[in-house]
């Protein structure tokens, strides 16, 4: 097909990854709390917590609670993950160390850009095509495209929590291209997971790419 005028992009496991895993990361700064986990142990228990959690979509929630509510939805997928892991009640400070790992997800130092991404995005980009990132991620992925000087390459950024719809919500895709005032036909939208993002941009007329990292 011609040429796109917008390309969407998933941020988490399409733009960017973890460096080893979630459950290194967890392993890492629980053990500067005093509690040693196995990271294979916390890598299966967080997949299972962050697979069974409510989608990060909070509609009619003012946007200057937003905020609060991301960092106590992945609060809680946390404490599952340690309570699951069997080691939650080890912790004397468990505020304090979600506190901690809450931030570090903010900045650079957990994630890494694929290496066919820059290259990718400048080619797009001299072409005239405009670009935007398409997320279930939280408002933290602002600061973080920011942190791995991503952010020049985007126009939009559109995220679940403050649309108030998930990916594959048909809303989410409706409200990022009403953004760049295009239809459907006239963008893509590249991503990892078969149903957030290829089924669910497939579904409201956008043509989808999976990408398998």
């Known amino acids: 097909m011609g040429q796109p005028q917008v390309i969407f992009l998933d941020a988490v496991g399409t733009l960017f990854g973890v460096r080893g895993s979630v459950g290194e990361v967890y392993h890492a700064i629980a053990l500067s709390f005093g509690v040693d986990v196995p990271s294979e142990l916390l890598q299966d228990t967080f997949m ?8 990060m ?43 901690e790992l809450y ?5 650079a130092e957990p994630w890494y850009v694929y290496p066919d991404i820059l290259p990718a995005l400048a080619g797009w980009r001299s072409k005239g095509i405009k670009l935007g990132i398409i997320s279930n991620f939280d408002s933290r992925l602002f600061s973080v495209l920011e942190a791995l000087e991503l952010q020049d390459f985007f126009t939009s950024v559109t995220i679940s929590s403050e649309v108030g719809a998930a990916k ?21 939208h590249i991503g990892d997971s078969l149903k957030e993002d290829y089924q669910g941009a ?4 956008i043509e989808a790419y999976l990408i398998e990292r």
């Open 48 to 55: 299972a917590s962050f697979k069974s959690a409510s989608p």
């Open 57 to 99: 979509e909070f509609p009619g929630v003012p946007s200057e609670a937003l905020v609060q509510k991301e960092y106590h939805w992945w609060e809680e997928v946390a404490r599952s993950t340690f309570q699951q892991a069997g080691y939650y009640d080890n912790f004397t400070d468990f505020p304090g160390f979600f506190e």
């Open 103 to 107: 931030t570090h997800f903010a900045t």
């Open 168 to 188: 594959p919500n048909p809303k989410i895709f409706q409200t990022a291209l009403a953004k760049h005032g295009y239809e459907p036909e006239q963008a893509w």
């Open 202 to 205: 497939k579904a409201v007329g």
